[in-house]
């Protein structure tokens, strides 16, 4: 399995600012994804981030809010712009990745997003 | 309707019990499922992973998905206090030799075992 790091691991942020999050993982992966994890919610998918083209957004999320970057095949950054008090969540990382020839998706540890 | 529904608990037992986790789901193309547990303050963990309908056993987890009734359950044996998590499950209609792509989550069941 890959190892996945994201950082920050925790921020608390002021309305109207920006955070961005950086995901490493310790292998080549093609394909890279961005959760959002709401107390009591299931994990919602914000976008989809493949190397070499613009990020897939889920229905919902727009670039303008959340621009991904990806500039490698194991490093990808997201933006939370402009932030509300409504975007307080945790945010995932995962990485699509060869289980038993079978393809999975594993997951980093998640940064956790305060806004004031 | 949501795609997967998942009862978020809580639920509790004692150590030594047999616990069961469910989730329905009402798309007819999930072809893969997969459970993920998550511990507190941590990513989610890829726990069993199956294709299709049947049975799969990995130690004290067994991993069922029964498509006809659109429901899929892990069951943990001789419950550990290390156990203590939550669960979600998880599904992608992608097809066998392709890329799972979206993967589409249950809630989650947090689920505790008391010594």
């Known amino acids: 399995s890959a190892v996945i790091s994201q950082k920050p691991s925790r921020d608390i942020c002021q309305r109207g600012t920006s955070l961005t999050i950086q995901c490493q993982v310790d292998?080549?992966?093609?394909?890279m994804f961005w959760y959002r994890q709401q107390p009591g919610q299931s994990l919602t998918l914000i976008a989809t981030?493949?190397?070499?083209?613009?990020?897939?957004?889920e229905s919902g999320f727009v670039i303008d809010k959340f621009p991904i970057s990806r500039p490698n095949l194991t490093f990808s950054t997201l933006t939370v712009s402009n932030m509300s008090p409504e975007d307080s969540s945790i945010y995932l990382c995962?990485?699509?990745?060869?289980?038993?020839?079978?393809?999975?998706?594993?997951f980093g540890p998640g940064t956790r997003l305060l806004v004031l | 309707q949501k795609e997967v529904e998942q009862d978020p608990g809580p639920l509790s037992v004692p150590e030594g019990a047999i616990v069961s986790l469910n989730c329905t789901y009402s798309?007819?193309?999930?072809?893969?499922f997969m459970w993920y547990r998550q511990y507190s303050r941590k990513g989610p963990e890829l726990l069993m992973y199956?294709?299709?309908?049947g049975n799969k056993e990995d130690g004290r987890f067994t991993a069922q998905v029964d498509k006809s009734s659109k429901y899929i359950s892990l069951f943990i044996r001789d419950s550990q206090p290390s156990d203590s998590a939550t669960y979600l499950c998880?599904?992608?209609?992608?097809?066998?030799?392709?890329?799972?792509?979206?993967?589409?989550f249950g809630r989650g069941t947090q689920l505790t075992v008391w010594p």
């Open positions: 995962s990485v699509a990745f060869l289980l038993d020839s079978k393809e999975t998706q594993y």
């Open positions: 292998s080549q992966v093609t394909m």
């Open positions: 981030a493949n190397q070499g083209s613009e990020a897939t957004y």
């Open positions: 798309n007819s193309a999930f072809q893969y």
């Open positions: 199956t294709y299709s309908s």
């Open positions: 998880a599904m992608s209609a992608a097809d066998r030799g392709s890329t799972l792509g979206r993967l589409y």
